[in-house]
C-alpha cells in the first residue's frame, strides 16, 4: 500500500466576504490554494499571502483535488 502525504490542491471559486475569509483560513493551515474572482482585485490580498490567482474557474478548478465555490446564486 502506498501512501500520499501531499496536501491536497485547493480551488476557491469567489471570494467575497465569506469566500475570502474561508480562502484565508486555508492559507493559513498551509494548503496549496489557487483562487479565482470575477473582480480579479479581490484576490489580490490572497495573492500577496501565497494564493495563485486564476484567470478562469476552470483554470482554478483544473490542477486541484478539491473545488470550494461560494457564489451568491446560480447565475454566478
Known amino acids: 500500500m502506498t501512501s ?3 496536501q491536497p490542491r485547493i480551488a476557491f471559486l469567489g471570494l467575497g466576504i465569506m ?3 474561508m480562502a ?4 493559513d493551515a498551509g494548503f496549496p490554494l489557487t483562487v ?3 473582480s480579479a482585485a ?7 499571502r501565497g494564493a495563485v490567482v486564476a484567470d478562469s ?8 483535488d478539491i ?7 446560480d447565475a454566478e
Open 42 to 48: 479581490r484576490a489580490h490580498a490572497l495573492e500577496a
Open 19 to 21: 469566500g475570502a475569509g
Open 67 to 73: 473545488v470550494f465555490s461560494m457564489v451568491a446564486d
Open 4 to 6: 500520499d502525504t501531499r
Open 24 to 27: 484565508g483560513r486555508l492559507l
Open 57 to 64: 474557474p476552470r483554470a482554478a478548478a483544473s490542477a486541484a
Open 36 to 38: 479565482y474572482n470575477r
